[in-house]
């Protein structure tokens, strides 16, 4: 397995909607293993492969974390089947480092797709395994943190990236 870079607000992939996976290649294979290392490396919950720089619709999770690393999934092409609930979420994000925003988000979601053998499946989730869906589906359609953000705290990330981007 091998580590992946992690790319970051502005980068144009994050702002796309990711491609399909037509079928689970033994390159898909490897591109989902080194995800999972990724994002534990990453000390993240949740990757989807924009974030990796691969407009492919493939998110991984991990509501354990990285420590404890008990729970790995994928899901390769997920869709919501159901979203029910309402709740506050505090959300920061590998590939905006130092943000962070409070957001509304589901309470519980179903999410349908394919695990990482090519094999239907379905994720029900409620707290924080349904944030991180969410979360991670955003990625896929093209949506960061960002854009659940307020204006003034939208410009003031922007403004602080680009000082970053000049240093």
Partial sequence: MAKLP???????VLSRV????????PEISQFIADMLETMYEGDGVGLAAPQVNKS???ITLDETGPKERKKPMVLVNPVFVTREGQRDSEE???SLPTFSCKL???ERVAVRGLNEKGEEVEVAGEGLLAIIL???IDHLDGRTLLDHASRLKRTMYETKVKKWRKD
């Fill in 6 to 12: 992690i790319v970051t607000y502005p980068h144009p």
């Fill in 18 to 25: 990711a491609d399909p996976v037509a079928e689970i290649t």
């Fill in 56 to 58: 492919l619709r493939i």
């Fill in 92 to 94: 920061s994000c590998l």
């Fill in 104 to 106: 509304k988000r589901y």
């Fill in 134 to 136: 969410q979360h991670e």
